[in-house]
């Protein structure tokens, strides 16, 4: 059976997977600034813990990856600049390996075990840090020429000169205002406190700073989708992430922005559902991505 490996940045999760089941998950955490050696060892040390004789390993990361199997750049972390993690695993566990960003595995497993069964085209939104997605049309994932499809992130929502700042180093992206950064700025402005260091905290928190969070969160989410979907006319979107919990609380404001940008009006009425997969999807959806050596 395969091994699937989400590799998020700071923390590897890796487990056998058979079919959405998984069989000895583990985590293990990781520095980012290790450098990629140490990353690729330690995934290859996971491997060889959870099944030495495995047929194949699939792995998730954080950025997006080229045709060849090189990573264009990972935002988060440094140094992995054209590194072939798919060829540098391969050479140190003798197996075949697939590699794909993290939405795009994400994507897959939604696609195989969740809400794929219901819609055939839809949008996978991660909530966290930043904003990611996967696109599935009719029923095929979606990534792209150069592996960059569904990176909803970096969609613009503000074009205008004081527009809030972007990891990503332009103005005005959708993660600007919905990444975790934005909402928190936004809740110590609309507070006046300093900002929990997570989401997770502001929607604990109950206040009128949480329904500034997820007022800005929805209208941010609201006019990106409303763009995309005036190209797509998708089926669905599906959230997950940590911050994919508090739907119900900016689902609303989602809403009333893509009906205020949206084409037509069928264009703003598509379900809005959560995974079914939850934090498990990234290491499913790895160990079913298409792997490059044989
Ligand atoms: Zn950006």
């Not at 290859?44 to 199997?69: H, W």
């Not at 992995?80 to 794909?100: K, S, T, Y």
């Not at 996978?124 to 150069?146: A, F, K, Y």
């Not at 206040?207 to 190209?231: P, R, Y």
Request: hydrophobic share 45%; with cysteine; glycine share 16%.
């Amino acid at each position: 059976m395969p091994i699937g490996i989400d590799w998020g940045g700071t923390s590897i999760k890796a487990a056998i997977v058979d079919g959405a089941n998984l069989r000895g998950f583990t985590r293990v955490d990781t520095d980012a600034k290790a450098g990629p050696a140490a990353v690729l060892d330690a995934i290859a040390a996971l491997v060889r813990v959870l099944d030495p004789r495995t047929d194949a390993v699939g792995v998730a990361i954080p950025g997006e990856v080229r045709d060849d199997g090189r990573c264009w750049k990972l935002p988060n972390v440094p140094g992995f600049e054209d590194v072939n993690i798919g060829d540098e695993l391969h050479a140190r566990l003798g197996v075949p390996v697939g590699v794909d960003n993290d939405a795009i595995a994400a994507a897959l497993a939604e696609r195989l075990y969740g809400h794929g069964n219901s819609y055939k085209s839809f949008l996978l939104v991660t909530l966290g840090t930043g904003i990611g997605g996967g696109v599935v049309l009719d029923g095929n994932v979606r990534r792209g020429h150069g592996g960059f499809g569904g990176e909803i992130g970096h969609v613009m929502i503000d074009s205008t000169d004081d527009a809030w700042p972007c990891g990503c180093g332009r103005r005005g992206c959708m993660e600007a205002y919905a990444g975790q950064a934005g909402l928190l700025r936004r809740y110590a402005e609309a507070t006046g406190k300093p900002a929990p260091s997570r989401v997770k905290e502001v929607a604990q928190a109950g206040d009128a700073g949480t329904e500034a969070v997820w007022k800005q969160l929805g209208h941010a989410l609201g006019t990106g989708l409303a763009s995309i979907n005036n190209v797509l006319d998708l089926d669905a979107i599906v959230f997950t992430g940590g911050v994919a919990h508090s739907l119900p609380g900016f689902e609303p404001h989602i809403r009333e922005a893509l009906r205020a940008r949206a084409f037509a009006p069928p264009l703003a009425e598509l379900p809005f559902v959560t995974s079914k997969l939850g934090e498990h999807a990234g290491v499913i959806g790895a160990a079913h991505l298409p792997v490059a050596k044989g």
